[in-house]
């Protein structure tokens, strides 16, 4: 695992202290409960990784763009419901890629 590369498990260590609710964050109150892991997810979607470019383009675009403080990228991404919206996509995507069958090897 290394950040600096981010892989599989990367996004898993980011996810694994919000339990398995994340799926449903894009109901969450609107507020900033969750904005730390929104930057953080952000920081790790920008690093140049092959896991990364196996992840859909517009995540990784909607992360250089609020990394590059793009303002409409910023005003969208104000709204805590769109944030919420894209970590629980992301979520969702990670536990496709692989996050669901380590998760149950690791409970073994």
């Known amino acids: 695992m290394s950040a600096s590369r981010p892989e599989l498990d990367d996004y898993l260590a980011l996810f694994r202290p919000y339990g398995d ?3 449903d964050l894009y109901q969450a109150p ?3 409960r969750y904005l730390l892991l929104f930057e953080r997810a952000m920081r790790l979607l920008v690093r140049p990784s092959p896991f990364n470019l196996s992840l859909p383009e517009p995540f990784r675009v909607a992360a250089l763009q609020w990394r590059d403080a793009h303002s ?3 005003r969208h991404f104000g ?3 769109n944030r919420h919206f894209l970590l629980a996509d992301l979520h969702d ?3 496709l890629k692989g996050g669901l ?7 073994r």
Not at 101 to 107: A, K, L, V
Request: net charge neutral; glycine share 14%.
């Open 21 to 23: 609710d994340v799926g």
């Open 30 to 32: 609107d507020d900033d």
């Open 72 to 74: 409409g990228t910023r």
């Open 79 to 81: 709204y805590p419901a």
């Open 93 to 95: 995507l990670i536990m």
């Open 101 to 107: 069958g380590r998760q149950r090897s690791q409970r």
